[in-house]
């Protein structure tokens, strides 16, 4: 079992930043590739970045491209994403995803592949 804990989420007004930390918890975090998803209100979770096992492949989706930045400390065993330029469409709840599967090493896209999900935490970006 993988356990996700978010952190980081909050208010801020729009052109700000803000940084989440997603924690992993009960496996091996080298073993483990992590995603990060939203879900604004009234639509369904999308995709907002992936990173491979190694760290050396990330990739973001292009409505947050140039504006936010995946990373990861295996150190703490933590992924991090950095969001700058924040707009109030980019409000919503955020999730971290890790998935454990041993099927290849390049980062996940799809939600339906995650076998672990976080509990989420809230961005509101004020205009």
């Known amino acids: 079992q993988v356990q996700l804990v978010e952190s980081g989420g909050g208010l801020v007004q729009a052109g700000g930043s803000l940084r989440l930390s997603c924690t992993a918890s009960g496996r091996n975090f080298s073993t483990l590739r992590m995603g990060w998803f939203r879900q604004a209100p009234g639509k369904e979770r999308e995709f907002v970045a992936a990173?491979?096992?190694?760290?050396?492949?990330?990739y973001h989706a292009d409505s947050v491209k140039g504006r936010f930045a995946m990373s990861r400390d295996s150190a703490k065993n933590t992924v991090y994403l950095q969001m700058n330029n924040l707009k109030p469409e980019d409000t919503a709840v955020y999730s971290c995803a890790a998935d454990a599967r041993r099927v290849g090493d390049y980062p996940v896209l799809f939600q339906y592949e995650y076998g672990y999900w976080g509990q989420g935490t809230q961005v509101t970006v004020s205009s």
């Open positions: 990173m491979n096992r190694n760290g050396d492949k990330i």
